[in-house]
């Protein structure tokens, strides 16, 4: 062991990280020795740590040697950041470029801690359009890599990129891998790292509340009840039945933290902060990838439309080898989805009960609640 690996390992310990996992292994070296490298890998197996110690390792054994991390949303780029702020005693220079924060606060900081830029995919490229060029890393990293390669992101990551040097190292993270990555690749080379065993962690148990459509406000209640004491996350599929959602436990006078994408920077940093108090979230598909905090059970409100979302969302629980719990709410809409997640991903969704008749007695007043919710929510636009 060298003693700048020595000097990580001290690090690590200081935050009670005794050993490196297989993953972390499997890509220190290619990615050290600047190979390009595709780690496709689950969550919460320690995909951060995997590309970040081989990164550190290079920054304290090159000097002037600078890297670039992209990722597509702003919460995964802040939370890079603070692992690699594990090591700040390294002198890091270091600049996170996401939205929400001061652009010309982050021009600043650019000109002086340019050595490891972290950022989302969207501000990196307006400080791009307005002339920052940052072609002079020899270590590019793609976190996430499905989710860059979608929709609009595509278009505009391959322009950045194409002011590279083509012989630029690349390395991409991803918990999927699919024929868009493949092509996304092309004719470069790449070692791959392949920890998927399968699409989800062994340890989740997949369980569906089977109960009628007018029920579903009545069944959540119920469940969040019943998992009072634990971390919940709650899925929907809408800003809207975010916001609505989280105004009818407000009248039931239970504590919910709710984030989705139109709140800004400061207003989802808090809702982080502050789900550690409630230990429930009311979420869209913005917090189904990439954040890493405790979850020991996950709710669908709303079933995602593809396998891969579901994939995603389950795996905000059963991480890092601990047990967790993933539960549907389904009606008499959903039984063809269900069979085929089943199928696809290879899993068995259990059927529990809940007494319908209490969820019907109950839905009643939660059908008014709804009703003065989304008058409240009309009269806030």
């Given at each position: 062991?060298?003693?700048?690996?020595?000097?990580?390992?001290?690090?690590l310990?200081?935050?009670?990280?005794?050993?490196?996992?297989?993953?972390?292994?499997?890509?220190f070296?290619p990615?050290?020795?600047?190979?390009?490298?595709?780690i496709?890998?689950?969550?919460?197996t320690?995909?951060?740590?995997?590309f970040?110690?081989?990164?550190?390792?290079r920054?304290?054994?090159?000097?002037?040697s600078?890297?670039?991390?992209?990722s597509?949303?702003?919460?995964?780029?802040?939370?890079?950041?603070?692992?690699?702020?594990?090591?700040k005693k390294?002198?890091?220079?270091?600049?996170l470029?996401?939205?929400?924060?001061?652009?010309e606060?982050?021009?600043?900081?650019?000109?002086i801690?340019?050595?490891?830029?972290?950022?989302?995919?969207?501000?990196?490229?307006?400080?791009?359009e307005?002339?920052w060029?940052?072609?002079?890393?020899e270590m590019?990293?793609?976190?996430?890599?499905?989710?860059?390669?979608?929709?609009?992101?595509?278009?505009?990551?391959?322009?950045?990129l194409?002011?590279?040097n083509?012989?630029?190292?690349?390395?991409?993270?991803?918990a999927?891998?699919?024929?868009t990555?493949k092509?996304f690749?092309?004719?470069?080379?790449f070692?791959?790292?392949?920890?998927?065993?399968?699409d989800i962690?062994?340890?989740?148990?997949?369980?569906?509340?089977?109960?009628p459509?007018?029920c579903?406000?009545?069944?959540?209640?119920?469940?969040?009840?019943?998992?009072?004491?634990?971390?919940?996350?709650?899925?929907?599929s809408?800003?809207?039945?975010?916001?609505?959602?989280?105004?009818?436990?407000?009248?039931?006078?239970?504590?919910?933290?709710?984030?989705?994408g139109?709140m800004d920077?400061?207003e989802?940093?808090?809702?982080v902060?502050e789900?550690?108090?409630?230990k429930?979230?009311?979420?869209t598909?913005?917090?189904?990838r990439?954040i890493?905090f405790?979850?020991?059970?996950v709710?669908?409100?709303?079933?995602?439309?593809?396998?891969?979302?579901?994939?995603?969302?389950?795996g905000?629980?059963?991480?890092?080898?601990?047990?967790?719990?993933v539960?549907?709410?389904?009606?008499q809409?959903?039984?063809?989805?269900?069979?085929?997640?089943e199928?696809?991903l290879?899993?068995?969704?259990?059927k529990e009960k809940?007494?319908?008749?209490?969820?019907?007695e109950n839905q009643e007043?939660?059908?008014?609640?709804?009703?003065k919710?989304?008058?409240?929510?009309?009269?806030?636009?």
């Amino acid at each position: 062991m060298t003693a700048n690996e020595q000097i990580l390992k001290k690090i690590l310990k200081k935050h009670k990280i005794e050993k490196i996992n297989d993953l972390q292994k499997k890509t220190f070296f290619p990615i050290k020795e600047g190979k390009n490298t595709l780690i496709i890998s689950q969550t919460g197996t320690g995909k951060t740590l995997s590309f970040l110690l081989p990164m550190l390792t290079r920054f304290l054994e090159k000097e002037n040697s600078k890297f670039l991390i992209i990722s597509p949303t702003r919460e995964l780029s802040l939370q890079i950041k603070n692992v690699i702020f594990m090591f700040k005693k390294l002198n890091l220079k270091m600049t996170l470029l996401i939205g929400g924060l001061s652009y010309e606060d982050q021009v600043k900081e650019l000109k002086i801690n340019n050595r490891i830029i972290i950022g989302t995919l969207g501000r990196i490229k307006e400080h791009y359009e307005k002339g920052w060029m940052f072609n002079s890393a020899e270590m590019i990293i793609l976190d996430e890599i499905d989710k860059l390669l979608e929709n609009n992101f595509k278009k505009d990551l391959e322009m950045i990129l194409s002011n590279f040097n083509p012989s630029t190292q690349l390395v991409c993270a991803t918990a999927t891998y699919s024929d868009t990555i493949k092509e996304f690749l092309g004719e470069r080379e790449f070692i791959h790292i392949n920890m998927i065993e399968s699409d989800i962690p062994k340890l989740i148990e997949h369980k569906m509340i089977f109960i009628p459509q007018k029920c579903k406000e009545s069944g959540l209640a119920k469940l969040i009840e019943l998992f009072n004491d634990k971390k919940i996350i709650v899925f929907f599929s809408s800003c809207h039945k975010v916001k609505l959602y989280k105004k009818i436990f407000d009248f039931l006078e239970i504590e919910v933290t709710q984030i989705y994408g139109e709140m800004d920077q400061k207003e989802r940093f808090k809702a982080v902060e502050e789900y550690q108090k409630t230990k429930k979230m009311f979420s869209t598909d913005l917090m189904a990838r990439g954040i890493d905090f405790d979850v020991d059970i996950v709710i669908h409100f709303d079933l995602p439309k593809k396998p891969n979302v579901y994939v995603h969302r389950s795996g905000r629980t059963g991480r890092n080898n601990k047990t967790g719990q993933v539960y549907s709410i389904v009606t008499q809409y959903d039984i063809d989805k269900v069979i085929e997640f089943e199928k696809e991903l290879n899993i068995k969704i259990y059927k529990e009960k809940l007494n319908i008749e209490e969820l019907k007695e109950n839905q009643e007043k939660l059908e008014i609640y709804k009703i003065k919710a989304n008058q409240n929510l009309k009269e806030e636009k």
